[in-house]
């Protein structure tokens, strides 16, 4: 039996009660749609995010298992002075810089450049390269970048402030000897990766484009330690997360207020860093601020906000024992060997 609706109003009801009792299953069906599309979008941006950390932490991980140096003597004795061939001396100083004084024999690439392809160029991969700079905190940068691209890099520590201070555009300054603790803190694990997007999937390429992206940001990777003590002093210090990379016996010594304590030799695991946030400002302290300063680039390179403090535990008090069995020795790369330089002008 077919049933004819008597006027026009009765069709315009029904048609309108069908459409409403349909509207419930296209509305879920397509929700249903839109939520599988963000779930496999969050899905495709988790695993190139874990890719990306992979290929870094792998990178890394050698390179804070024995973070490598030589000192200023060693290189004045065996380079400049013995002229030994298996080194090859780069000058990170800009070139202003570089041509009022530099160490004798050294290349100039300078630090905003190292990840040009002309820069790259220049470097052996059949030597040791030493990098040096003004206080040794960019050098160390790039040593984990070069290091991280296959080459063998070695950083002199304290740069020129130890090789020749007059040299020097950022001098060291005595220690304020802020206040230390032995207290320990201790960070909530399981926190999330940054996801970071990057075009390159793996290789040199995503190691150079990552820390391109770092270095060309506009944000200084250095904090200086009076702006650390003014943080800490707001809100309880809040709107920093300080880590001390020391190795636990000396972080039970004597350490900077509030850090938790990560080991530099344990910094490029997951389990490390899932005790980071990604919200705050993560402030890194090493021993004089040179491993810290490697460690800042690699957060950043895995999409952390991070900040190594200039010359470390050594800077905010040189007098604590939480400098370790190396105290002496690193209070003595403060001190001022006077070696010969050389410009261009």
């Not at 419930?24 to 969050?42: F, T, V």
């Not at 992979?54 to 140096?69: D, N, V, W, Y």
């Not at 800009?94 to 160029?121: C, M, W, Y």
């Not at 003590?229 to 300080?242: A, M, N, P, S, T």
Request: include cysteine; charged fraction near 20%.
């Amino acid at each position: 039996m077919t049933i004819r609706p008597t006027n026009c109003k009765s069709v315009i009801r029904m048609a309108a009660l069908l459409i409403c009792l349909a509207l419930p299953a296209w509305a879920g069906a397509g929700a249903a749609k839109d939520g599988k599309a963000q779930a496999q979008g969050e899905s495709v941006q988790a695993a190139a995010t874990a890719q990306l950390s992979e290929e870094i932490l792998k990178r890394s991980t050698t390179f804070f298992a024995a973070p490598p140096f030589m000192t200023a003597e060693n290189v004045y004795d065996e380079v400049v002075q013995g002229g030994d061939k298996e080194f090859f001396i780069v000058s990170l100083q800009s070139r202003a810089d570089f041509a009022k004084g530099h160490v004798p024999g050294a290349v100039n690439i300078p630090f905003d450049e190292i990840t040009e392809q002309k820069s790259l160029a220049l470097l052996p991969h059949d030597r040791k390269i030493i990098l040096t700079c003004d206080d040794g905190h960019r050098s160390m940068v790039a040593s984990l970048y070069i290091n991280q691209l296959g080459y063998s890099a070695t950083t002199m520590p304290m740069g020129l402030n130890h090789w020749n201070s007059a040299q020097s555009a950022a001098p060291y300054t005595p220690s304020p000897k802020y206040p230390v603790t032995a207290e320990k803190k201790d960070a909530a694990p399981g926190q999330k990766l940054p996801e970071v997007n990057a075009k390159a999937a793996q290789g040199n390429e995503l190691i150079t484009e990552r820390t391109r992206a770092v270095l060309s940001s506009g944000r200084n990777l250095f904090m200086d330690r009076s702006e650390l003590y003014r943080e800490q002093g707001k809100e309880g210090g809040k709107g920093v997360f300080v880590v001390s990379i020391q190795r636990p016996e000396d972080y039970a010594v004597g350490h900077v207020p509030g850090a938790i304590n990560i080991p530099f030799n344990q910094i490029a695991r997951k389990e490390s860093l899932a005790q980071l946030p990604r919200d705050r400002e993560i402030v890194v302290v090493c021993y004089i601020g040179h491993i810290g300063a490697a460690v800042a680039l690699m957060l950043n390179q895995l999409g952390y906000e991070a900040y190594d403090l200039r010359f470390g535990t050594l800077g905010w008090n040189d007098e604590t024992e939480g400098l370790g069995k190396m105290k002496a020795f690193m209070r003595s790369m403060t001190e001022n060997r006077n070696y010969p330089v050389e410009g261009t002008k």
